[in-house]
């Protein structure tokens, strides 16, 4: 089944920079969408970007600009490439995918298969 391991998670001051890595094994073939969700404590876990199969890429309005989603399919692996980070920035984040999204697809509940997560930490 579909497995997910993500990398790349740090401490980073203001207007630094970090680059977080997921790799998805298993199923790799059927994946329609991928994607990078956050959860700061005590706060909902929300989306930040996601990647669809077509090449489109869609953003939170939180980190439009500042966030880059790509994808290497070669290596099966999702990358998010963050600049400018802010203090709001720091939270768990995490890997999705879904084999059946629609273009539509962008919310929590949209993605069934998740990783276990890199904490970013950015400080003021």
């Known amino acids: 089944e579909v497995q997910l391991m993500e990398s790349g998670g740090g401490s980073v001051q203001a207007g630094g920079s970090l680059r977080l890595s997921c790799v998805q094994s298993?199923?790799?073939?059927?994946?329609?969408?991928m994607g990078w969700f956050r959860q700061a404590p005590g706060k909902e876990r929300e989306s930040v970007a996601v990647h669809y199969s077509t090449g489109r890429k869609k953003y939170a309005d939180s980190v439009k600009d500042r966030f880059t989603i790509s994808m290497d399919s070669a290596k099966n692996t999702l990358y998010l490439q963050m600049d400018s980070l802010k203090s709001e920035d720091s939270a768990m984040y995490y890997c999705?995918?879904?084999?059946?999204?629609?273009?539509?697809?962008?919310?929590?509940?949209?993605?069934?298969?998740w990783g276990q997560g890199t904490q970013v930490t950015v400080s003021s």
């Open positions: 999705a995918t879904n084999k059946y999204c629609s273009l539509g697809s962008f919310t929590v509940n949209d993605f069934p298969y």
């Open positions: 298993g199923a790799t073939k059927s994946t329609r969408c």
